[in-house]
């Protein structure tokens, strides 16, 4: 009887070596535990093969956000603002410096949710976005118009000019009657208030009068100033003009 009861007491060999083996298995963890404490400020690299653990990397796991693409012509502002010769004329340089940082080119996450290629003026910020495929926007710093020359709405783009030609309105001369000069049209150029480009706004077929346009002005964008027209930086105009085709929609709020 006693020596049965010896024999019931004693741990069978597979027994001890399966308790050796979990208490070996603990160890390690334990041990790697106390490296990734101790060694936090550290980097250490540790073979997690020979544990038989999941080595799925959180990398792998990706956020569910539009990504922002990469376009060569929008890179730094020194760049993007350079001095440029375009048309015959030289644009000259923007100091960029002094332009606010939200107000320069740059590609973003469209925050509109129009169709790509549509135009949309977002007044009160002083933004134009420029809708792009895959959930991206161009975004660009705009001017403009003063309280009670602004207009909004729906429309498209009938149709674009490269250093066009500005006629004032004749209401524009009555209240500023030096412009007289001009009603016969103000030739393209640098002095020119439509700037290196302008793309003209109609809305059910017939011209609103209002022009997404460039301006030698470049202090005045985030401003209200215009006579309600949009106006950008010439070189993000002459930018934003060679990304737009005829019949581009523009959304005005």
């Given at each position: 009887?006693?020596?049965?009861?010896?024999?019931?007491?004693?741990?069978?060999?597979?027994?001890i070596?399966?308790?050796?083996?979990?208490?070996?298995?603990?160890?390690?963890?334990?041990?790697?535990?106390?490296?990734?404490?101790?060694?936090?400020?550290?980097?250490?690299?540790?073979?997690?093969?020979?544990?038989g653990?999941?080595?799925?990397?959180?990398?792998?796991i990706?956020?569910?956000?539009?990504?922002?693409?990469v376009?060569?012509?929008?890179?730094?502002?020194?760049?993007?603002?350079?001095?440029?010769?375009?048309?015959?004329?030289?644009?000259?340089?923007?100091?960029?410096?002094?332009?606010?940082?939200?107000?320069?080119?740059?590609?973003?996450?469209?925050?509109?949710?129009?169709?790509?290629?549509?135009?949309?003026?977002?007044?009160?910020?002083?933004?134009?976005?420029?809708?792009?495929?895959?959930?991206?926007?161009?975004?660009?710093?705009?001017?403009?118009?003063?309280?009670?020359?602004?207009?909004?709405?729906?429309?498209?783009?009938?149709?674009?000019?490269?250093?066009?030609?500005?006629?004032?309105?004749?209401?524009m001369?009555?209240?500023?009657?030096?412009?007289?000069?001009?009603?016969?049209?103000?030739?393209?150029?640098?002095?020119?208030?439509?700037?290196?480009?302008?793309?003209?706004?109609?809305?059910?077929?017939?011209?609103?009068?209002?022009?997404?346009?460039?301006?030698?002005?470049?202090?005045?964008?985030?401003?209200?100033?215009?006579?309600?027209?949009?106006?950008?930086?010439?070189?993000?105009?002459?930018?934003?003009?060679?990304?737009?085709?005829?019949?581009?929609?523009?959304?005005?709020?």
């Amino acid at each position: 009887m006693r020596k049965l009861q010896q024999m019931a007491e004693t741990p069978r060999e597979d027994e001890i070596r399966e308790t050796e083996g979990l208490t070996s298995r603990r160890a390690v963890l334990a041990g790697l535990g106390a490296v990734a404490l101790a060694g936090a400020g550290c980097s250490r690299t540790v073979d997690m093969s020979a544990m038989g653990l999941d080595n799925l990397t959180t990398g792998s796991i990706r956020p569910i956000r539009p990504s922002i693409s990469v376009d060569s012509n929008i890179t730094s502002p020194n760049v993007m603002y350079a001095a440029v010769t375009d048309g015959g004329f030289a644009v000259p340089e923007v100091p960029y410096q002094k332009v606010k940082a939200e107000f320069r080119r740059q590609i973003v996450v469209d925050p509109t949710g129009e169709a790509p290629g549509t135009l949309v003026v977002h007044t009160k910020e002083r933004l134009l976005y420029l809708v792009q495929p895959g959930g991206d926007a161009i975004r660009y710093g705009v001017g403009v118009g003063k309280d009670g020359f602004r207009w909004s709405g729906r429309a498209n783009i009938q149709y674009g000019r490269e250093w066009p030609t500005w006629t004032p309105p004749a209401e524009m001369i009555q209240r500023k009657p030096e412009l007289v000069k001009w009603q016969g049209g103000q030739p393209g150029g640098l002095d020119n208030p439509l700037g290196a480009r302008a793309l003209y706004i109609y809305q059910d077929g017939k011209d609103t009068g209002y022009r997404i346009h460039g301006s030698p002005e470049w202090w005045s964008i985030g401003q209200a100033m215009s006579s309600g027209c949009v106006r950008l930086i010439n070189q993000d105009i002459i930018d934003l003009y060679s990304r737009v085709s005829k019949k581009n929609p523009v959304v005005v709020i």
